[in-house]
């Protein structure tokens, strides 16, 4: 066994020079599992099965001061020890420059709710919308999952 558990299965390379250390522990303080995450991330939740829902941002290759990037969402195994989904669900297209990032997460009952930001205008519009297209600046945006 590794001497560091937070090292012994983490991540360890990030393209921004930001990561986040999770840790699970007992109830005397004890590590059990940990890992660390690349990139900044905005807003965590836990669901009843103990799988860890990240909401991240994504930094774009091509930024290379980590000012800007895709939304994203990780979810880690309830031991820390596999990736059981990742995806970037933001309004950025595929070279488009700009920002965007999940401000914040819920999970309940195999359902995922994610609220965020973007400077992006790819988000699709659902019938009924409060707002039929995308302004100039700022958009906030609410994606509902259902899962599992």
């Given at each position: 066994?590794?001497?560091?558990?937070?090292?012994?299965?983490?991540?360890t390379?990030?393209?921004?020079?930001?990561?986040?250390?999770?840790?699970?522990?007992?109830?005397?303080g004890?590590?059990?599992?940990?890992?660390?995450?690349?990139?900044?991330?905005?807003?965590?939740?836990?669901?009843?099965?103990?799988?860890?829902?990240?909401?991240?941002?994504?930094?774009?290759?091509?930024?290379?001061?980590?000012?800007?990037?895709?939304?994203?969402?990780?979810?880690?195994?309830?031991?820390?020890k596999?990736?059981?989904?990742?995806?970037?669900?933001?309004?950025?297209?595929?070279?488009?420059?700009?920002?965007?990032?999940?401000?914040?997460?819920?999970?309940?009952?195999?359902?995922?709710?994610?609220?965020?930001?973007t400077?992006?205008?790819?988000?699709?519009?659902?019938?009924?919308?409060?707002q039929?297209?995308?302004?100039?600046?700022?958009?906030?945006?609410?994606?509902?999952?259902?899962?599992?």
């Amino acid at each position: 066994a590794h001497a560091n558990a937070a090292l012994a299965r983490g991540w360890t390379a990030s393209t921004s020079g930001e990561a986040t250390l999770y840790l699970i522990a007992d109830a005397t303080g004890a590590p059990r599992a940990a890992t660390w995450v690349p990139g900044a991330t905005a807003a965590h939740a836990v669901d009843e099965s103990g799988r860890l829902y990240l909401a991240r941002r994504i930094a774009d290759a091509t930024d290379t001061i980590g000012l800007g990037g895709r939304a994203g969402i990780t979810v880690l195994s309830a031991d820390l020890k596999r990736v059981a989904m990742s995806l970037d669900a933001g309004a950025l297209a595929d070279g488009e420059s700009g920002d965007e990032t999940f401000t914040a997460i819920a999970v309940r009952d195999g359902v995922l709710a994610l609220a965020g930001h973007t400077t992006g205008k790819q988000l699709p519009i659902t019938a009924n919308a409060l707002q039929a297209k995308a302004q100039d600046g700022v958009e906030g945006f609410l994606i509902v999952i259902r899962l599992w």
